[in-house]
């Protein structure tokens, strides 16, 4: 008899386990489920929307780009800078240890604020 009321313990032991676990996982889903929030183009600002269409634009720019490959030829490193209508203002290529010669090239670098760099293609834009 003693027996017969040990495993029915475990098993209600088990059960209650198994039922705390279902409840605790089924509230962390109630309660995950209000948290994600689905962004659309009116909860992000116009500035914000500005940007995105700059970086989509010089990736485009980027990837249209022919590629070829010369493993024998030197890293060339390039500055693209853009105005508020994402207009490509200038592009600087620049050789290993090279710097921008032409005044107003540098002067239109330091002036842009600095947007991202991808595949060694620095992104620029400036606001004139």
């Known amino acids: ?3 017969s009321n040990r495993i029915s313990q475990k098993t209600t032991s088990a059960i209650a386990a198994m039922m705390l676990g279902a409840i605790i996982t089924f509230m962390a889903a109630l309660n995950s489920f209000g948290e994600t929030k689905n962004l659309t183009h009116t909860e992000i600002s116009e500035d914000e929307l500005a940007e995105i269409a700059t970086l989509e634009r010089a990736y485009t720019d980027t990837f249209q780009k ?3 490959i010369d493993f024998n030829a030197e890293e060339v490193r390039t ?15 620049l050789g290993e240890g090279d710097v921008i010669e032409k005044a107003s090239s540098r002067n239109l670098v330091h002036k842009a604020e600095f947007l ?3 595949n060694n293609t620095s992104i620029y834009k400036i606001s004139i």
Do not use: A
């Open 1 to 3: 008899m003693k027996k």
């Open 66 to 68: 022919e590629i070829t």
């Open 79 to 93: 500055i693209k800078v853009y105005d508020n209508n994402d207009e490509l203002l200038e592009t600087i290529e």
């Open 116 to 118: 991202s760099e991808y």
